[in-house]
């Protein structure tokens, strides 16, 4: 049974995880597709205005205070129980908090609509009065989703991952749609957010849906609301919220900075560079997220060895991911902008340059954090993570006047190479026993060698044959992804380290198969256990 149960969880992981990157490619073709569309429509001004509101309400995000994984951890002990009434109990006392939190929230917005926007430096008056309808449609939007995100955690702890990456496909979709309808219409700025927003509310009604489907015996009340249920869940989160938090003034606070010294129209032009680093993190970052529930394991089991090889693999395979992925946008990022954004978007490109070589520390110590944390060490990750934040914004306000954008990015870097690649680093080695110097030749080796004979290759045929459309640097940077593959599976990994690999892609691969070949006899299961419930 346990064996059997066990199956069911890879399955259900490397179904979710793949139908996650159909979902990160979708959204990232649309993005590519869409956002030149949009700056033409609306303008540099306006475009860089919505990004400017928007990278201001994102913050209101935090007020989750890092509960998502508490409140999956819960349900699924209670529901691996078979205890439905502590599973009804703690997706309501959750509901009733996140609906708390929406209040805040919404007292938040008022702050910023009234006090902050109208005081933000290189705003006309109708530009404020814009942007405060645009802080009022998102910050709704934020408000109103919290309480919803409960039944998202509902569906994972499910494990029916599938269903919540459908409703974000669905979403995706829909709101690229809208985006096309409104702007080739004649609708502005306001119409378009209004209507984006609508349609993200909808998802999250889908989400809701989903939970029903896959727990049609959920209850939610407010009577149910349990106050120990709730300081459980916040004293396992804290720490990761604090790690949130520093995540997201590292990387989404030079907005405010650039558009306070700059203005919004050199704010759209970064909003392109950071854009495309976020693609390159998330591209780069999906397997690394999977590695935190696995490294909690062997660390609640003690299992220093296992935790060594987490942290050795993890490195490895990220490393191994975003050196490809890196040296193939960092190797055209002039062409890629310039044919993607046009001409006026030609400040992006050395900007971005430093924020990927950000997102390679990133992505690559990703193992490094989550087992220090499994280790109990939580406190090292959480203070590292505060010290750059600080560091990135000092630095980024120090040099924005004389280095501009690309100033801004370096105060992104500069700290990471002290704190996550070095301190980070050297404290996970020693967590787990091992020299730095040996950790760092076996998880960077693969990556270096192969990223060095991409790079050449790109050099190369940037040389030869300068590619003068999207299509040619689409072409040639699939040639450049190839001579990396083939470096590394030839001249990168050992033969011991492919012949593992090579493994567990065809048990991935057969899994994957398993699971398409029982869609609808799980389809036909859910809807016979709601009718009967219903019954």
């Given at each position: 049974?346990?064996?059997?149960?066990?199956?069911?969880?890879?399955?259900?992981?490397?179904?979710?995880?793949?139908?996650?990157?159909?979902?990160?490619?979708?959204?990232?073709?649309?993005?590519?597709?869409?956002?030149?569309?949009?700056?033409?429509?609306?303008?540099?001004?306006?475009?860089?205005?919505?990004?400017?509101?928007?990278?201001?309400?994102?913050?209101?995000?935090?007020?989750?205070?890092?509960?998502?994984?508490?409140?999956?951890r819960?349900?699924?002990?209670a529901?691996?129980?078979?205890?439905?009434?502590?599973?009804?109990?703690?997706a309501?006392?959750?509901?009733?908090v996140?609906?708390?939190?929406?209040?805040?929230?919404?007292?938040?917005?008022?702050?910023?609509?009234?006090?902050?926007v109208?005081?933000?430096?290189?705003?006309?008056?109708?530009?404020?009065?814009?942007?405060?309808?645009i802080?009022?449609?998102?910050?709704?939007?934020?408000?109103?989703?919290?309480?919803?995100?409960?039944?998202?955690?509902?569906?994972?702890?499910?494990?029916?991952?599938?269903?919540?990456?459908?409703?974000a496909?669905?979403?995706?979709?829909?709101?690229?749609?809208?985006?096309?309808?409104?702007?080739s219409?004649?609708?502005?700025?306001?119409?378009?957010?209004?209507?984006?927003?609508?349609?993200?509310?909808?998802?999250?009604?889908?989400?809701a849906?989903?939970?029903?489907?896959?727990m049609?015996?959920?209850?939610?009340?407010?009577?149910?609301?349990?106050?120990?249920?709730?300081?459980?869940?916040?004293?396992?989160?804290?720490?990761?919220?604090?790690?949130?938090?520093?995540?997201?003034?590292?990387?989404?606070?030079?907005n405010?900075?650039?558009?306070?010294?700059?203005?919004?129209?050199?704010?759209?032009?970064?909003?392109?560079?950071?854009?495309?680093?976020?693609?390159?993190?998330?591209?780069?970052?999906?397997f690394?997220?999977?590695?935190?529930?696995?490294?909690?394991?062997?660390?609640?089991?003690?299992?220093?060895?296992?935790?060594?090889?987490?942290?050795?693999?993890?490195n490895?395979?990220?490393?191994?991911?975003?050196?490809?992925?890196?040296?193939?946008?960092?190797?055209?990022?002039?062409?890629?902008i310039?044919?993607?954004?046009?001409?006026?978007?030609?400040?992006?490109?050395?900007?971005?340059?430093?924020?990927a070589?950000?997102?390679?520390?990133?992505?690559?110590?990703?193992?490094?954090?989550n087992?220090?944390?499994?280790?109990?060490?939580?406190?090292?990750?959480?203070?590292i993570?505060?010290?750059?934040?600080?560091?990135?914004?000092?630095?980024?306000?120090?040099?924005?006047?004389?280095?501009?954008?690309?100033?801004?990015?370096?105060?992104?870097?500069?700290?990471?190479?002290?704190?996550?690649?070095?301190?980070?680093?050297?404290?996970?080695?020693?967590?787990?026993?091992?020299?730095i110097?040996?950790?760092?030749?076996?998880?960077?080796?693969?990556?270096?060698?192969?990223?060095?004979?991409?790079?050449?290759?790109?050099?190369?045929?940037?040389?030869?044959?300068?590619?003068?459309?999207?299509?040619?640097?689409?072409?040639?940077?699939?040639?450049?992804?190839?001579?990396?593959?083939v470096?590394?599976?030839?001249?990168?990994?050992?033969?011991?380290?492919?012949?593992t690999?090579?493994?567990?892609?065809?048990?991935?691969?057969?899994?994957?198969?398993?699971?398409?070949?029982?869609?609808?006899?799980?389809?036909?299961?859910?809807?016979?256990?709601?009718g009967?419930?219903?019954?």
């Amino acid at each position: 049974m346990i064996e059997r149960d066990n199956s069911q969880a890879a399955t259900n992981l490397i179904a979710g995880t793949a139908t996650k990157y159909l979902v990160l490619v979708v959204n990232i073709a649309v993005g590519a597709l869409v956002m030149p569309f949009t700056v033409r429509h609306l303008g540099q001004t306006d475009y860089g205005l919505w990004m400017l509101v928007a990278s201001m309400t994102a913050y209101f995000q935090l007020l989750d205070l890092g509960y998502g994984n508490g409140v999956v951890r819960h349900l699924i002990a209670a529901d691996r129980r078979g205890d439905q009434q502590e599973v009804n109990r703690v997706a309501s006392t959750f509901v009733v908090v996140y609906a708390a939190i929406g209040a805040i929230a919404c007292v938040g917005l008022g702050v910023m609509v009234g006090v902050v926007v109208p005081r933000f430096p290189h705003l006309s008056p109708s530009q404020v009065r814009i942007a405060q309808a645009i802080a009022a449609i998102l910050g709704a939007r934020v408000a109103i989703g919290f309480p919803l995100t409960v039944f998202g955690a509902v569906t994972n702890a499910r494990q029916a991952f599938v269903f919540n990456n459908l409703v974000a496909l669905a979403t995706v979709l829909a709101s690229a749609a809208a985006t096309y309808v409104v702007l080739s219409s004649g609708g502005g700025l306001l119409t378009l957010v209004a209507t984006t927003t609508a349609i993200n509310m909808a998802g999250y009604g889908g989400y809701a849906w989903t939970a029903y489907r896959v727990m049609p015996e959920l209850r939610i009340r407010v009577s149910s609301f349990s106050p120990s249920h709730w300081r459980d869940v916040t004293s396992f989160s804290l720490y990761l919220f604090v790690i949130n938090l520093a995540g997201q003034i590292s990387f989404n606070l030079d907005n405010v900075v650039i558009a306070a010294f700059m203005g919004p129209a050199a704010v759209a032009v970064y909003v392109v560079a950071l854009r495309l680093a976020e693609y390159q993190r998330r591209l780069c970052d999906q397997f690394s997220g999977m590695l935190f529930p696995v490294a909690m394991a062997f660390g609640s089991d003690g299992n220093r060895a296992a935790l060594r090889r987490t942290l050795v693999d993890g490195n490895r395979i990220a490393m191994t991911l975003v050196g490809g992925a890196s040296v193939c946008l960092i190797g055209f990022s002039g062409p890629l902008i310039l044919h993607w954004m046009g001409p006026a978007f030609a400040g992006s490109v050395a900007p971005f340059n430093v924020l990927a070589i950000a997102g390679i520390i990133v992505v690559s110590q990703a193992a490094s954090s989550n087992v220090l944390i499994a280790l109990g060490r939580h406190r090292i990750v959480t203070t590292i993570w505060i010290v750059e934040a600080a560091a990135n914004l000092a630095l980024s306000v120090v040099v924005v006047r004389r280095m501009g954008l690309v100033g801004v990015a370096a105060g992104t870097l500069v700290p990471l190479v002290f704190g996550h690649a070095v301190v980070m680093f050297a404290a996970a080695c020693r967590a787990v026993g091992m020299s730095i110097g040996r950790c760092a030749y076996e998880t960077m080796r693969p990556a270096v060698v192969a990223g060095s004979v991409a790079a050449v290759a790109c050099i190369a045929l940037r040389s030869l044959l300068p590619p003068h459309s999207t299509v040619a640097v689409v072409v040639e940077g699939t040639l450049v992804a190839a001579t990396y593959l083939v470096s590394l599976m030839t001249i990168g990994f050992d033969p011991a380290i492919r012949r593992t690999y090579s493994s567990r892609l065809l048990g991935a691969g057969a899994a994957i198969a398993s699971v398409l070949r029982g869609a609808r006899t799980d389809g036909r299961r859910h809807r016979a256990a709601a009718g009967s419930y219903t019954n």
